[in-house]
């Protein structure tokens, strides 16, 4: 963040703490709310906003303590994510940053990039998301200048290559794009093929070659997407699985089975699941018009 303002880019007011007794001092630098973040976390398991001081320190604790032993290793085991386990054992506690609030709602950007220049972008605005702090299940593609003029300028400037994320907060009452977070890794939406310039793994591919690959025919013309399973987990009858195009991956029926699966493992603890079955096939649709999470959907074309 302090990278970003010093070249110019629109950033909230973020501070780095270290300890309890310095939550007072940045409060004063960012006001009510305060958003607070710990390092090294996803999915908005590491964000908290705070509305009072006693709010804030006491997501400060919770978040600069390190990870509980049992969690991590409920992680690794059920998830097969083994990255808590290390900090577990050596007691290592996260860097929690603390931001301004900005009234709004989020804009997340994916882009492919090498040496510096920018390949293939996808900026989305985030329609829905699994919480408030959480990841977003619902997104739409939107053309954004002053989004995709930081995200130049940050790789431009940082030389950046691969595969980058970047989070923004539109303001709501001016619509200015304030960058919140960078991410070095592929994000949820990478995948997605809309087109030329909007193509993430041919822009790298060829990038990478020094070529010029033919990109993947588009998607989808809609730029309503629904993400698969988060937007279905969220709410079986959501609108947006009617209107939007539904990201289900029926071409690969085990990854449809598997992802449900892992839904399912994270809810497991508040809403009886009954086992994936499969069904005769119905049109894509009616799949997603009539599907809950107790009745599955049909993962055969």
Not at 19 to 47: H, W
Not at 50 to 76: D, M
Not at 80 to 108: K, N
Request: glycine share 6%.
């Amino acid at each position: 963040m302090q990278f970003a303002r010093e070249q110019g880019i629109r950033v909230p007011t973020t501070e780095t703490l270290q300890a309890a007794a310095e939550v007072p001092a940045a409060l004063v630098q960012t006001g009510f709310p305060i958003v607070l973040k710990a390092d090294g976390t996803s999915g908005g398991e590491g964000v908290r906003i705070a509305r009072t001081a006693a709010e804030a320190e006491s997501a400060f604790e919770k978040l600069h303590a390190p990870p509980v032993l049992a969690r991590a290793f409920k992680r690794a085991l059920l998830d097969q994510d083994s990255t808590l386990v290390s900090p577990a054992l050596l007691r290592q506690r996260p860097i929690v940053s603390a931001q301004a609030f900005i009234a709004g709602h989020e804009a997340t950007s994916t882009v492919a990039c090498w040496k510096g220049t920018v390949f293939a972008n996808l900026h989305f605005e985030v329609l829905r998301k699994g919480n408030a702090a959480g990841h977003a299940t619902v997104v739409r593609l939107i053309d954004h200048p002053e989004i995709a003029n930081t995200v130049e300028k940050v790789v431009r400037r940082l030389g950046l290559s691969g595969v980058c994320g970047f989070d923004f907060m539109l303001e709501a009452n001016t619509g200015h794009a304030y960058l919140i977070e960078i991410n070095p890794r592929a994000t949820q939406v990478g995948h997605l093929t809309l087109g030329p310039g909007h193509d993430l793994p041919a822009a790298l591919y060829g990038a990478v070659l020094g070529q010029t690959i033919h990109v993947a025919p588009t998607l989808t013309e809609n730029e309503t997407i629904a993400l698969f399973p988060h937007e279905w987990a969220r709410d079986p009858q959501s609108e947006f699985l009617h209107t939007g195009y539904h990201d289900v991956p029926w071409q690969t029926p085990e990854l449809v089975h598997a992802c449900m699966r892992r839904s399912r493992k994270q809810t497991v603890w508040y809403t009886r699941r009954e086992p994936v079955r499969d069904e005769v096939a119905k049109p894509r649709t009616a799949v997603a018009a009539e599907s809950s999470p107790a009745v599955p959907i049909d993962c055969r074309r």
